[in-house]
């Protein structure tokens, strides 16, 4: 029997295109889990900020981004790292404060990053990350080699007065960034019903003379369709899309925090959508993926995981000496403040 609760595949996606969606979504979920679990132990470096409910759209944004394409993020990046394809090692001893981390261990789990693969930025000021995106749209338009910059945040950012500058801003010049709102209903925690009287995020970019959108962020095949139209557009030189992607956040807002406030029927129904199981019983429903070709893949996925916090956990600790290296351009100039 079919399954049409999820959008069909588009001919484009193989195979292949759809193992590496399932493993960015299980992988993204289980990385969180486990570091969400080592958040409570207190083992972390800073406080972890969950992506579960989000996987769906990370795992789109894997697909349809090119290495060349600039992202910048938030402290809810994990999933876009992992779409970034950001190195797991990398990503698991920056969560540590390893110095073996993305940032080299300065960063902690709200600062991922790294320029090999154009994780360009990811920032804990809440709106602030749009502007980051119109200047890096702007510097694409200017260099015209057909890179595209994405910014992701969450549905509070749009209440910001930064996020609207930048509206402003990426409409007028037509710049070539794509807008990727994660609306998981909660702004920490306070629900969207109460802090906006106008919930319908989408809407707000009509007003800036820009593209919107508002999709099915549970909908994998649905959140491709939507990120490979505005992609296709900011390359084209066609401006850029304001994508609302609907979907719960299925847990807390950090990882140690309560989230008993959030009414148990509506967790209920999202759970009913988690990404990555739903994924899989429509990968199996619609004959795209074998049990067994299923199986190899989250054999893989979890062996992965396994040595990535093996080897974050026996890392190094930063050493007090270079705290001020990569801060400055100059290093001679580091060492003279620090004195050393
Ligand atoms: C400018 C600013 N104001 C307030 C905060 C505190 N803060 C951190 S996360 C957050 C909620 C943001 O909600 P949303 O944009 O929906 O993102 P989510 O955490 O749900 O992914 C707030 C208010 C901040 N980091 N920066
Ligand atoms: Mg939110």
Not at 62 to 89: F, H, I, Q
Not at 102 to 109: E, I
Not at 126 to 139: E, R, Y
Request: with cysteine; hydrophobic share 40%; charged share 25%.
């Amino acid at each position: 029997m079919t399954d049409t609760t999820l959008t069909d595949r588009p001919p484009r996606l193989d195979v292949e295109a759809l193992e590496r969606m399932y493993s960015l979504m299980l992988g993204t979920a289980l990385a969180d889990q486990r570091a969400a679990a080592e958040s409570k132990a207190g083992r972390l470096m800073a406080a972890f900020y969950p992506v579960r409910g989000m996987e769906a759209v990370c795992a789109a944004l894997g697909e349809t981004m090119r290495t060349g394409d600039k992202m910048v993020s938030t402290y809810r990046n994990l999933g876009d790292a992992l779409a970034k394809r950001m190195p797991l090692r990398s990503i698991i001893a920056e969560l540590y404060g390893k110095a073996e981390g993305c940032s080299r261990g300065r960063g902690g789990p709200m600062h991922l990053q790294d320029q090999d693969v154009n994780f360009t930025a990811t920032t804990g000021i809440v709106g602030s990350g749009m502007q980051i995106a119109a200047g890096l749209g702007m510097a694409e338009q200017l260099s015209g080699d057909g890179n595209a910059v994405v910014v992701t945040f969450g549905d509070g950012a749009t209440s910001i007065g930064a996020f609207h500058e930048g509206m402003g801003f990426v409409a007028l010049w037509k710049l070539p960034v794509v807008i990727v709102c994660q609306n998981n209903q909660w702004g920490e925690h306070t629900s969207i019903k109460e802090y906006t009287a106008a919930p319908e995020l989408a809407q707000r970019a009509a007003s800036y003379g820009m593209r919107a959108e508002k999709v099915d962020g549970f909908d994998p095949m649905a959140c491709v369709a939507a990120l490979e139209t505005a992609l296709a557009r900011a390359r084209a030189g066609e401006g850029p899309t304001f994508l609302e992607f609907e979907h719960y956040r299925l847990t807390g807002h950090t990882g140690t925090a309560d989230f008993s406030y959030v009414p148990k029927d509506e967790l209920a129904a999202a759970m009913e959508r988690d990404p990555a199981p739903t994924f899989r019983k429509w990968l199996l429903a619609n004959g795209h993926l074998s049990e067994g070709q299923i199986a190899e893949v989250e054999t893989r996925v979890r062996a992965e995981l396994e040595d990535a916090f093996q080897f974050a956990q026996n890392g190094t600790d930063p050493v007090q000496a270079d705290i001020y290296e990569g801060v400055f351009e100059n290093d001679e100039f580091a060492r003279s403040v620090d004195g050393a």
